[in-house]
């Protein structure tokens, strides 16, 4: 199934048509500020395990992050964090940014095995925030990535669509994406330190 929305006004009842297919199990292609991604609901391991297997990935030994409505799901899986961490965090999100946090007990234990972090991402993008708004509780999210290695990130949706129909349950179209991926900042020490660089310019 392929749906347009808009990130300016995002239609309700589509955007509920969606959260209905994730708490179906769905596996969704959806646009966020920067590439665009391929998720489901955190809570549903088999669908988890799906991605997983898509990507030749062992659930565990990944680095899927969890993309979230707001900062309130900061600490409902991540460790407490210092105030300068929450402040940074603040200052960038949303935005096109991951921060990799200490995980909590509250990340579902298939994801953990001997990791203990998680990616926190926040798109500034209306219509992935909305979604995740309505279901209640973040989804997995990884990239697609362009088998082309000139454009490793694919940005047409009918594209993606026409690629993907056999796997993914539901396609977003909003629009082109981009080729750029967001940047990966690890908070899990002392040391801010930025694992790669992306779209974000990280602001202090």
Same mark, same amino acid.
């Given at each position: 199934?392929?749906?347009?929305?808009?990130?300016?006004?995002?239609?309700?009842?589509?955007?509920?048509?969606?959260?209905?297919?994730?708490?179906?199990?769905?596996?969704?292609?959806?646009?966020?500020?920067?590439?665009?991604?391929?998720?489901?609901?955190?809570?549903?391991?088999?669908?988890?395990?799906?991605?997983?297997?898509?990507?030749?990935?062992?659930?565990?030994?990944?680095?899927?992050?969890?993309?979230?409505?707001?900062?309130?799901?900061?600490?409902?899986?991540?460790?407490?964090?210092?105030?300068?961490?929450?402040?940074?965090?603040?200052?960038?999100?949303?935005?096109?940014?991951?921060?990799?946090?200490?995980?909590?007990?509250?990340?579902?234990?298939?994801?953990?095995?001997?990791?203990?972090?998680?990616?926190?991402?926040?798109?500034?993008?209306?219509? #992935?925030?909305?979604?995740?708004? *309505? +279901?209640?509780?973040?989804?997995?999210?990884?990239?697609?990535? !362009? @088998?082309?290695? %000139?454009?490793?990130?694919?940005?047409?949706?009918?594209?993606?669509?026409?690629?993907?129909?056999?796997?993914?349950?539901?396609? #977003?179209?909003?629009?082109?994406? *981009? +080729?750029?991926?967001?940047?990966?900042?690890?908070?899990?020490? !002392? @040391?801010?330190? %930025?694992?790669?660089?992306?779209?974000?310019?990280?602001?202090?």
């Amino acid at each position: 199934m392929l749906i347009r929305l808009f990130n300016e006004n995002p239609n309700p009842r589509e955007v509920r048509k969606v959260t209905e297919v994730l708490r179906d199990g769905g596996i969704i292609i959806y646009p966020t500020d920067t590439v665009y991604g391929l998720g489901c609901d955190i809570t549903n391991a088999k669908a988890v395990e799906k991605v997983a297997r898509f990507k030749g990935l062992k659930i565990e030994k990944s680095n899927f992050s969890f993309i979230c409505s707001d900062l309130s799901h900061l600490s409902d899986y991540s460790r407490p964090i210092s105030n300068s961490v929450f402040k940074l965090i603040k200052k960038n999100l949303p935005g096109p940014f991951t921060f990799i946090l200490e995980a909590n007990n509250n990340v579902p234990k298939y994801f953990k095995g001997k990791k203990k972090t998680v990616g926190i991402r926040i798109p500034d993008n209306n219509i #992935i925030r909305d979604i995740i708004f *309505e +279901l209640g509780n973040p989804i997995l999210s990884t990239s697609i990535r !362009d @088998e082309d290695e %000139i454009r490793e990130y694919t940005t047409d949706p009918e594209l993606i669509y026409e690629k993907y129909k056999d796997f993914a349950d539901l396609v #977003i179209d909003g629009g082109p994406g *981009e +080729l750029t991926p967001s940047t990966i900042v690890d908070c899990t020490s !002392d @040391e801010i330190k %930025i694992v790669r660089e992306g779209k974000g310019k990280l602001e202090f």
